[in-house]
């Protein structure tokens, strides 16, 4: 069962343009939603989290918009830049489940120069 | 800190040999997790270490694959024998703990089983 689901699988933006992601959850009891990149080659690293106390959550160029009533956060980064292609992962966690990430289906971010 | 520090990086191997990957967590943490990453089926974790005890190991695909934790700073996963299916790249992931939200991944060991 897919809890966390991620749309679209690829982007395409022009530079200084804004990427959107999408990510919409299933259960409840998530109660940490972080964003990972990742670059050819490299394991996951974290961009930003979020905790659904909150709304929004602005690092720079990087904003998570949180919706609980309807189960979805998404990603956005503004002003998109070439070094910002990568495949970035929405994913959720909590507490009882010790901490474990249920990671989304990734989109591939290419920015064009 | 060195971060998560995974071996071999890439592996090549043939249909029913065993297959051994290392990882060593941040000093420090106690939380380990191993993933698998396909292209099918995403980022899956197959098995949760917290204080070198195996927690959950429900995303285990078979038999064949085995994880162990004997001190803090080392895991291994274990696959025998191994299958062209099994092809995929490997990571391991460590966290302070079970309140402690971010995960630090290693590099990831790519395996193709021929």
């Known amino acids: 069962q897919q809890q966390v689901k991620q749309s679209p699988q690829s982007l395409i933006v022009q530079k200084g343009g804004i990427s959107i992601i999408n990510c919409a959850y299933e259960?409840?009891?998530?109660?940490?939603f972080p964003w990972y990149q990742q670059f050819p080659g490299k394991g996951p690293a974290l961009l930003i989290a979020?905790?659904?106390?909150?709304s929004e959550k602005k690092e720079g160029r990087f904003t998570i918009s949180f919706n609980k009533s309807a189960k979805q956060f998404s990603l956005h980064i503004m002003d998109s830049q070439p070094g910002d292609s990568a495949t970035y992962f929405c994913a959720a966690s909590y507490s009882g489940s010790a901490r474990q990430l249920t990671f989304g289906s990734g989109t591939q971010l290419t920015v064009l120069p | 800190d060195a971060g998560v520090i995974q071996s071999p990086r890439h592996e090549v191997t043939e249909m029913g040999q065993e297959v051994t990957l290392r990882c060593k967590p941040i000093s420090g943490h106690n939380s380990l997790f191993w993933y698998r990453q396909t292209m099918m089926r995403g980022l899956e974790l197959l098995i949760y270490?917290?204080?070198?005890?195996?927690?959950?190991d429900s995303g285990m695909p078979e038999d064949r694959f085995s994880a162990k934790m004997p001190n803090a700073s080392f895991s291994t996963l274990k696959i025998q024998p191994s299958e062209p299916r099994d092809s995929a790249v490997y990571f391991c992931a460590s966290s302070k703990g079970a309140l402690n939200t971010e995960a630090f991944f290693g590099q990831g060991t790519r395996l193709t089983v021929v």
């Open positions: 259960n409840t009891a998530f109660d940490y």
């Open positions: 979020i905790r659904p106390d909150v």
């Open positions: 270490f917290n204080n070198n005890v195996p927690i959950d």
